[in-house]
Nanobody
């Protein structure tokens, strides 16, 4: 079992920015990937971005490419999602997830409890 914890969600105006954090266990195995997903009310959970814990590979959904940026800090065992130029349609619960294969393309084995992001007009 891998425990993940998201933070950094909140209320922001259209066009604003937020930075989400995903805290990983202190004894994190280096051979995994971390992804961000989001789920809006009445919609299915959707992939947002992913990064390999070891290596430089990053992946983005077309809807967020150029606006969102995923990064990692090994010293802090944390993965970040910087979200700029936020739109009302970005409103959702955001989850981080772990892909224990390390590929960064799934399947996704563990999810955190989520953090709410609300973009207002």
């Amino acid at each position: 079992q891998v425990h993940l914890e998201e933070s950094g969600g909140g209320l922001v105006q259209d066009g604003g920015s937020l930075k989400l954090s995903c805290a990983l266990p202190e004894d994190s195995n280096s051979n995994f990937a971390i992804g961000w997903f989001r789920q809006a009310p009445g919609r299915e959970r959707a992939f947002v971005a992913a990064i390999r814990w070891s290596g430089a590979n990053k992946y983005y959904a077309p809807a967020v490419k150029g606006r969102f940026s995923i990064s990692k800090d090994h010293a802090k065992n944390t993965v970040y999602l910087q979200m700029n130029s936020l739109r009302i349609e970005d409103t959702a619960t955001y989850y981080c997830a772990a892909d224990m294969s390390g590929r960064g393309t799934g399947p996704w084995d563990y999810y955190g409890p989520g953090t709410q992001v609300t973009v207002s007009s």
